[in-house]
């Protein structure tokens, strides 16, 4: 899918039939928070933290957002959609003078940081179209005075019932929109004092604001309004959810938490939850979990937090985003299969854990499905453990250890995207035959990598989901039993791919393995 989003519609492209499955994609992580500056509720692709600073702004003590995404790409991150969410916030707005009204322009992207500036020309315009004027829209580093962007539009009108009307014309904008009231008269050249031919620009006449902190509520957002964590809608797939703390010294809620666990179930992804900053030993932290409810294998959770080496101020911070970090270099090195504690997916040195576990700790952190943040030997913290917050409960006992959630989910999700094509030709068993050879090719690719525990898996697929009479869908399922590398029994699954969507659940057949390959 591209990465830019066309005004909330979602262009969502199929892989070509027969096509390899990938099979070691590069994990994609989203971070939804507060920024100093930058489209509100759009997933934006970064690919390193200086991307992340020209379009988000830089690290900000008001928001942990910017730490957060630091950390990420420290930490062997490589792609990070970030969905910036604002409480309130308000954008810049500049008033053009038309002979006693004005042309009033606000900027889209809210913020204090965020310098829109504009100019009115009439070249080329002829004499005699006095309602006509060109207009130049720039977006302005506040630190630097550079131009970030800059949008031209010529022969625009300020009569409504033309067809380059001003306020049609900057519905397409990514930097303003006209507000009301709207101009009587066609707005005046912008010059410099006293040159009536040298142009110049105009400054917003109101700075923006940055809003309020975050509530739950503002973190969640709506799923109709495609807002909050919903804005992920957007985006065809991502592997990693994280929701910074959304202001000093107070992390996401319970609501927030277990409204993004749900909407990590659906979309096939794992969530990494932080530690309270109010736990100050493991038994607080095992019964803290226990209180909030968190109990699913689409949770990831560790303890303790972590502080910087040298830094006089005392403060613990979380770590969501360094984990997240680690998790993608992991999948890229060692696959999504393994334990995370391997050579070379250490902290940074300068970061360590606030407090030293013991042996015992340790257990009792993994027994609740927390995994440990402990001292190296070679003095890089580490994460132990490789556990979900499934673990300790009966229904999620398959999916308690991290790697075995996590290469499923990864193995789900590649099926689903280069599987969509079958949903479009003609049911028969050759359509059959075509996606077990497509499925079964991708998992001896993913066995030769070491990611089963054996070469007895089993692959059937039925395309004639629709011949059921009381079913008119069109589509296929596909049955898959396998063990992976880390996992002490075979896991069923049965994909249903159809038009509507992809569905997966637990196969009710009672198949077993009984020879390679069948």
């Not at 988000?56 to 730490?67: E, K, M």
């Not at 500049?94 to 204090?112: D, F, K, T």
């Not at 399922?477 to 992809?502: K, M, N, R």
Request: aromatic share 8%.
């Amino acid at each position: 899918m591209s990465d830019a989003v066309d005004r909330g519609i979602t262009v969502t492209e199929i892989a070509a039939m027969d096509q390899p499955i990938e099979v070691c994609p590069e994990s994609t992580a989203a971070f939804v928070g507060r920024a100093l500056r930058g489209p509100l509720n759009t997933p934006v692709l970064v690919k390193n933290f200086g991307e992340f600073r020209r379009r988000f702004g830089d690290v900000w003590a008001r928001s942990s957002l910017g730490p957060a995404a630091r950390q990420f790409f420290e930490h062997g991150g490589m792609q990070l959609y970030v969905v910036r969410v604002a409480n309130n916030a308000r954008g810049a707005m500049l008033c053009l003078p038309a002979s006693g009204s004005a042309l009033v322009l606000r900027a889209i992207e809210p913020g204090s940081t965020e310098f829109i500036r504009a100019a009115v020309d009439y070249d080329t315009i002829d004499d005699e179209s006095d309602d006509q004027f060109n207009l130049t829209v720039q977006r302005v580093n506040p630190g630097t005075g550079l131009v970030i962007e800059q949008e031209f539009y010529q022969g625009l009108s300020w009569k409504d019932d033309a067809a380059n009307f001003v306020v049609n014309e900057l519905l397409a904008s990514d930097i303003a929109r006209v507000e009301l009231p709207l101009p009587t008269h066609r707005p005046e050249r912008t010059t410099r004092s006293g040159r009536s031919y040298e142009s110049t620009y105009v400054d917003h006449a109101q700075a923006g604001t940055d809003g309020a902190e975050l509530s739950n509520y503002d973190l969640v957002g709506s799923r109709r309004e495609r807002s909050g964590l919903f804005a992920l809608e957007q985006i065809e797939h991502f592997d990693l959810l994280y929701l910074p703390p959304p202001g000093k010294g107070r992390d996401a809620g319970p609501a927030a938490i277990l409204a993004a666990e749900m909407y990590c179930r659906q979309r096939g992804a794992m969530l990494i939850v932080d530690p309270l900053p109010e736990w100050n030993s493991a038994d607080e932290a095992v019964a803290g979990v226990r209180d909030l409810g968190y109990a699913s294998p689409n949770l990831l959770g560790y303890f303790p937090r972590i502080k910087e080496r040298g830094s006089e101020d005392g403060i613990t911070r979380p770590a969501g985003g360094a984990v997240a970090g680690l998790l993608c270099k992991q999948d890229r090195m060692y696959g999504p299969w393994q334990s995370l504690d391997q050579q070379g997916l250490g902290l940074q040195r300068r970061l360590s854990p606030v407090i030293d576990l013991s042996e015992d700790e340790q257990s009792l952190l993994l027994r609740a499905g927390l995994n440990a943040i402990r001292r190296g030997p070679i003095g890089k913290a580490r994460i132990s453990g490789s556990v979900t917050m499934g673990r300790g409960s009966e229904a999620y006992a398959t999916y308690a250890r991290l790697p075995v959630r996590r290469f499923c989910l990864q193995l789900i999700n590649s099926i689903a995207r280069a599987t969509r094509w079958a949903v479009f030709e003609a049911e028969d068993d050759r359509l059959a035959q075509r996606l077990r050879a497509q499925v079964l090719t991708y998992l001896q690719c993913l066995h030769d990598l070491g990611a089963f525990a054996d070469r007895k898996f089993i692959v059937q697929c039925d395309a004639g989901v629709s011949n059921r009479p009381d079913n008119k869908e069109h589509g296929v399922t596909i049955l898959l039993v396998f063990q992976p590398a880390s996992c002490d029994e075979p896991i069923s699954l049965t994909l249903h791919q159809t038009a509507a969507g992809f569905r997966v659940g637990s196969t009710a057949f009672g198949l077993t393995i009984r020879s390679p390959n069948t």
